[in-house]
């Protein structure tokens, strides 16, 4: 009986043994089929439109199938620890801000960049001078403005494709903002520091990722405005006021005449408002950082599993069918990158004019890709807010912005 | 281990295993083999007489613990015991930097904040907790009608813990639309903005923590209802009345209960996390005011990617746990009494260690 148990377990481990000594799966399902597994983040709603694209994919690519892997939170971590675990997926959703951090977990790939219209999208997936992620959408940022509001305070409705300027924005919310208590309306929803930075012509850093310039004026000048426009007396809810409050609602319901940091996924929504009472403006100034998010092909992917991935990302980031998905109705992952799709994408809501959302896409001003920037961003976010009247502080964003440089240098310096 | 699972994985492919089962069965694989050569090996070492019956017995049963412990406990601490010398993001290969990552734990700002806040935190909340709860549990231990009524009252706010309890106290202390300042200003009181001050982010997390006192206040009961009568009838008899019995009856009973609370109560402080993560997710604990040590490293380890870093820092907080637990076993020779030990001696055993 011992002995028979003795020889099972002897059978079973040459059983193992055998196992994995066998050749790998090559990704390959049922006979000539290639499955390869795809993540993404995103809301319930984004993740129906990215389904919505894979099936597209797989009626058009029948030989290929695409698993999706649908992280819907703290993705960057999850997607980290499966590529460190050796379960990468095959094709990877990354941001263009992320890339510095996940190049290296990917494949360099061939991007036609003819495509794009975008020169900042044409720019996205690169980092250290090769292409490492097929761009395929992009997330630009505008304002979105209830032209009741104007017409009541008696100032000009913005234009939909000129951008005011930072001055005249700060004017124009001061007038709007009106009443008390309960019956209070803002000139603008709170601003948000690095969208503004941008906005006054600043930057995080220069041009070629090595200098920290965010306490130059213009970084300055963008931090004094955040914290005047909060101020008492001043034209947007403070952050106690604004905090766990949809300010989209509050644009809805009258209570805001201009709502920055108006991204795609408020496209979904204020269609299904009244939309000959809302316009979509540029940001002011030189507008926001744009998002654009890109596809990685997974470095240990097999060649089929490449081959497939490769074919998924070209109809992801390039076919009409795919693109024309982007945004509808129902939801908005972001603007199409290319042009062909463009006009299917204005016809969501032609009042409230999506063009913005283009030229936003088209004139985006890009940041430069910097190693260890989530450190960087966090520990000058940290410091500017509990320093500076942006947070918790009191100190004047002046004295504070050139000494929060000199810290971010040092770190930069160090990562390089 | 990752190789030998998709080897496993590919070999119940051939056999036609539908996808869904391949994983856990290459896990039942391993496991059985592994328990199989534990037996094997038991068996021939029962056959050579080098080890009783009851030995072996006790080896296979316990087996599993072990195995589970090498596996997801001891085999991970080994792990990030190496990686705190290392330099690693996860994704690039790891690093030998040596002490490099203890080294920058000593001059780290960050650091410093974070043992600050976990620190005030654990040397607050659990003397408030341990008294509160003891109150609660001498209050629900008296004889009236009613009160399991009580009892579950206090004990139900146990059962929401952890992030949903987070998220319900963001909204009861906010600022403008909160519960709090809403019933300080029907006293013409403007609160203050609690988690969203720097100044008051801590002590509003302290208040939250004392709305799961009913776990705690189960154990005492149960330790209050395991003091004998007698004690109570013979001071009684000798004339004390009830704050000399809670003195020297009550407390001097219970005071091994309250030891384990204290020891259970200052080592989860140490480890306090969702509080600071949700929180501070929400926009609150400004200048740091919640950076709890946990969640410094979880930063570490899973925003800035510093793997290596991440586990020095666990290891450090290892050894600060360690250290306090140890202070407070040592102290407990004061003013823990067990009736099978001799308090004076254990006493003088500390003093002469």
């Not at chain 1, 049922?30 to 894979?54: L, P, R, V």
């Not at chain 1, 100032?155 to 919310?173: C, E, K, L, R």
């Not at chain 1, 599993?305 to 109705?329: R, Y």
């Not at chain 2, 200048?287 to 380890?301: E, G, I, P």
Request: charged share 15%.
């Amino acid at each position: 009986m011992h002995r028979k148990a003795l020889a099972a377990v002897t059978a079973a481990s040459f059983l193992a043994l055998a196992a994995c000594s066998s050749e790998p799966s090559d990704g390959g399902g049922s006979a000539g089929t290639t499955t390869i597994s795809y993540a993404f983040w995103g809301t319930t709603d984004e993740a129906a439109t990215m389904k919505a694209m894979i099936a597209a994919f797989e009626k058009a690519n029948p030989t290929i199938k695409v698993e999706p892997n649908w992280i819907q939170s703290d993705y960057e971590q999850k997607l980290q620890t499966s590529i460190a675990g050796g379960d990468a997926p095959t094709v990877s959703e990354i941001s263009d801000t992320s890339l510095p951090s996940f190049a290296n977990a990917f494949k360099q790939v061939e991007v036609d960049k003819s495509v794009y219209y975008s020169p900042a999208v044409q720019r996205a997936g690169t980092f250290g001078g090769a292409d490492y992620a097929v761009p395929f959408v992009a997330k630009s940022k505008v304002m979105a403005i209830a032209k009741d509001a104007f017409d009541k305070a008696g100032v000009a409705v913005p234009s939909g494709a000129t951008p005011m300027t930072t001055a005249d924005f700060v004017a124009a919310a001061k007038k709007l903002t009106s009443g008390s208590g309960s019956k209070k309306v803002y000139g603008s929803a709170p601003l948000w520091y690095d969208g503004w930075l941008i906005a006054e012509g600043g930057s995080y850093y220069s041009a070629d990722g090595k200098q920290c310039t965010m306490g130059n004026p213009d970084g300055i000048r963008a931090a004094q405005t955040v914290v005047d426009a909060v101020k008492a007396g001043g034209f947007a809810p403070n952050q106690a006021d604004a905090q766990g409050q949809d300010m989209f609602q509050w644009l809805a319901d009258g209570k805001l005449a201009m709502l920055t940091d108006f991204g795609p996924w408020n496209i979904a929504k204020i269609t299904a408002l009244d939309t000959s009472k809302f316009l979509l403006v540029p940001m002011p100034g030189k507008g926001e950082p744009m998002e654009v998010d890109s596809l990685g092909i997974a470095k240990d992917a097999s060649e089929a599993e490449t081959a497939a991935a490769k074919t998924f990302t070209k109809f992801m980031s390039s076919t009409p069918d795919a693109q024309n998905l982007l945004a509808t109705t129902e939801s908005a992952l972001g603007i199409p990158v290319i042009k062909g799709s463009l006009d299917a994408f204005k016809s969501i809501a032609p009042k409230v004019n999506l063009q913005a959302f283009i030229d936003a896409v088209t004139n985006a001003v890009t940041t430069p890709a910097v190693k260890d920037k989530v450190r960087i961003e966090s520990a000058f976010s940290g410091d500017l807010n509990s320093r500076t009247a942006i947070g918790s502080g009191t100190e004047d964003p002046a004295v504070v912005l050139p000494q929060l440089q000199a810290e971010c240098q040092k770190l930069l310096d160090a990562a390089q | 281990m990752s190789g030998i699972m998709d080897g496993l994985a590919g070999f119940l492919e051939r056999l036609h295993v539908a996808e869904g089962l391949r994983p856990i069965l290459s896990l039942v694989i391993i496991l059985a083999i592994v328990f199989g050569l534990i037996g094997a090996g038991l068996w021939g070492a029962l056959r050579a007489r080098w080890i009783s019956r009851n030995t072996a017995a006790f080896w296979l049963f316990v087996s599993p613990w072990i195995v589970g412990f090498v596996i997801f406990t001891g085999g991970p601490m080994v792990y990030s015991l190496i990686l705190s010398f290392m330099d690693w993001d996860l994704i690039d290969p790891a690093k030998f930097t040596g002490l490099a990552n203890y080294k920058e734990a000593l001059s780290d700002p960050a650091l410093g904040q974070s043992i600050k806040v976990t620190l005030t935190y654990a040397v607050v909340s659990v003397p408030l907790q341990t008294v509160l709860s003891l109150g609660v549990a001498l209050l629900m231990n008296v004889r009236v009608r009613g009160v399991n009524v009580f009892r579950t009252i206090w004990y139900l706010p146990s059962l929401v813990t952890g992030v949903a309890q987070a998220v319900l106290f963001i909204w009861v202390f906010h600022p403008s639309y909160g519960l709090v300042n809403g019933l300080l200003r029907l006293f013409g009181v403007d609160g203050p903005k609690w988690l969203f001050d720097a100044d008051w982010a801590l002590p509003a997390v302290i208040l939250m923590s004392l709305w799961t006192v009913g776990g705690n206040m189960i154990i005492y009961l149960a330790g209050l209802q395991d003091v004998p009568k007698s004690l109570y009838e013979a001071a009684a008899i000798d004339g004390a009345g009830r704050r000399h019995s809670l003195w020297h009856i009550t407390l001097p009973q219970v005071s091994p209960v309250i030891f384990f609370n204290v020891v259970t109560g200052l080592i989860g402080a140490m480890q306090t996390f969702t509080q600071g993560y949700v929180v501070t997710h929400n926009g609150g604990g400004p200048s740091d005011s919640l950076l709890f040590y946990v969640l410094y490293l979880y930063q570490n380890a899973f925003s800035f990617f510093q793997m290596g870093y991440a586990s020095a820092l666990a290891w450090i907080l290892f050894a600060m746990i360690m250290v306090l637990t140890a202070l407070v076993f040592r102290g407990s020779a004061f003013w823990v009494y067990y009736e099978s030990q001799r308090p004076k001696e254990r006493r003088r055993r500390v003093h002469v260690s």
